[in-house]
């Protein structure tokens, strides 16, 4: 018999779940509590259950369905990136991050990713599949059980690998169980959406009956130039993208973070910065610059700190809120799909390869 797993239930569904096993319904709270606020997947540490009905979760049911297959530790922070493994096999990564106060988990949406912007490390490999709600909170429980700080602040940010809004319906549902009291307990300021297109769906999310913060990857302050980094998601104009940002803020929620990766000689000349300062000039929006962070194998370089500080201080005086990430975990392959690639390369599986490109002129 395939075993349900628990977590890709909505919290619903979990109580009819228990009450159809013949169970009080105040059973479904304590199985949501061990499932959620003590991220327990052992049935046997349930000790509040009765013994029978833990046998019985046990044998119909599982509490997690991926396992870590990999686990890498940065030496110089304290950056921890994960390789976890599904129940078909398929693998995806996560990032644990901690800061002095803060812990950030960067989760994936998907196996691959089917855009095929050529500076992602993920868009080198194949796209395989869409990850369940399930599978999103497994990786979310996990990281937050590695982390072992129940009472720290922790942010939860879909900024792995996949395009989370060609995967609505599964986010959406990891979404509910994160914002719900006996899920996660997640409020929209810890949990950050990051996507590189798609007006309609961002509309659609802006609609939903959930509670998130949205990131909108820009990554190039014109058609022309985000067409040659990020080709399909530039089927959409910036200014149907930047329409649905601001559809986005007048639902009632959060002002959106514009994602900018500065790659020397593609996007951060004085005159990228000037118009992206134009673009966002008293709008709505935070101004998040990323320093590109190389791969193994790259045509492309991070910016040194010089570059940075000049694209920056044009921009200051007319964008709003601008901050620049600093990379973390640069020795561990940490910008999004660089484990998962090098252990696609171990499998001797081939690794498509991405086009150099250079801006005419520049
Ligand atoms: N598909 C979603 C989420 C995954 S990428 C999106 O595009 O938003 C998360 C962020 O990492 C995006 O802003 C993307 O532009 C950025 N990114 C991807 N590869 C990077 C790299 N090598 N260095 C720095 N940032 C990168």
């Given at each position: 018999m395939n075993r349900i797993h628990l977590r890709n239930l909505s919290l619903d569904d979990l109580r009819q779940l228990v009450t159809s096993h013949g169970q009080p319904e105040y059973r479904y709270r304590q199985l949501?509590?061990?499932?959620?606020?003590?991220?327990?997947?052992?049935?046997?540490?349930?000790?509040?259950?009765?013994?029978?009905?833990?046998?019985?979760?046990e044998a119909e049911t599982r509490a997690t369905s991926i396992r870590s297959a990999l686990v890498q530790e940065s030496a110089t922070d304290h950056t921890r990136k994960f390789l976890f493994e599904l129940g078909d096999g398929a693998r995806v990564e996560s990032v644990l991050m901690r800061y002095e106060h803060r812990t950030t988990l960067c989760v994936s949406s998907q196996v691959g990713c089917p855009l095929d912007c050529i500076f992602c490390e993920t868009a080198k490999g194949n796209f395989q599949r869409n990850l369940t709600a399930g599978e999103i909170l497994d990786q979310i429980c996990t990281l937050k059980a590695e982390a072992g700080a129940q009472d720290q602040k922790i942010n939860v940010v879909f900024m792995g690998m996949g395009e989370p809004l060609l995967n609505l319906e599964e986010v959406?549902?990891?979404?509910?169980?994160?914002?719900?009291?006996?899920?996660?307990?997640?409020s929209d300021r810890r949990i950050t959406v990051s996507?590189?297109?798609?007006?309609?769906?961002?509309?659609?999310?802006?609609?939903?009956?959930?509670?998130?913060?949205?990131?909108?990857?820009?990554?190039?302050?014109?058609?022309?130039?985000r067409k040659q980094l990020m080709p399909k998601a530039s089927r959409f104009t910036i200014d149907e993208l930047l329409d649905a940002a601001r559809y986005f803020v007048r639902s009632g929620r959060r002002r959106v973070t514009l994602e900018y990766v500065l790659i020397p000689g593609l996007n951060m000349s004085i005159a990228d910065a000037d118009t992206l300062g134009r673009l966002t000039h008293r709008q709505p929006f935070k101004l998040n610059l990323i320093p590109y962070n190389p791969g193994r194998v790259d045509p492309f370089q991070r910016p040194s700190e010089e570059e940075i500080d000049r694209f920056v201080a044009r921009l200051l005086p007319v964008a709003p809120a601008v901050t620049v990430r600093r990379s973390r975990g640069v020795d561990i392959d940490a910008a999004c799909g660089q484990l998962w690639n090098a252990s696609l390369n171990e499998k001797k599986k081939p690794v498509k390869e991405t086009a150099s490109f250079s801006r005419g002129g520049d």
């Open positions: 949501a509590t061990w499932m959620y606020a003590r991220l327990e997947t052992s049935f046997a540490q349930m000790t509040d259950l009765p013994a029978e009905y833990r046998a019985r979760l959406v549902r990891a979404l509910r169980v994160m914002n719900d009291p006996l899920g996660l307990n997640m996507t590189s297109s798609f007006p309609e769906r961002i509309r659609e999310l802006a609609d939903a009956d959930v509670s998130c913060s949205l990131a909108l990857s820009l990554n190039a302050p014109d058609d022309e130039t």
